[in-house]
């Protein structure tokens, strides 16, 4: 299920990474994309972990974009520097655009 936020709103966004084996340094980094990962809309910007060999929860702090839309989950996970893993999520974040006229009195 798409998860629906509101723009310029904060959230925290949690995956179970593995990488092995144990005791390297890694980073992992989420994003998000309208279109289609050439730009970054949105980003946790690096977090830092060291490997432990087994799943690890990794919190990605996020501040959604400014503007309205349907935008794809990205992680990207490096270790040592080096790039060694990416996911694409199934669901979107979706961030709804509203314009309301003012009222009209009987």
Known sequence: MD???GKGTAHTAR??????????????????TKD??????ATSGPVIFTS?????????PVTMPPTWGDYL???DIL???????????TEHVIIP??????????
């Open 3 to 5: 998860a629906i936020m």
């Open 15 to 32: 995956a179970p990474i593995t990488v092995k084996p144990s005791g390297l340094p890694c980073q992992a980094e989420l994003w998000l």
């Open 36 to 41: 289609g990962g050439v730009t970054k809309a």
């Open 52 to 60: 432990t060999g087994v799943a690890q929860t990794i919190s990605f």
């Open 73 to 75: 989950v990205y992680i």
């Open 79 to 89: 270790a040592d520097g080096m790039f060694i893993g990416a996911y694409i999520a």
């Open 97 to 106: 655009d509203v314009v309301i006229g003012p009222p009209v009195w009987d």
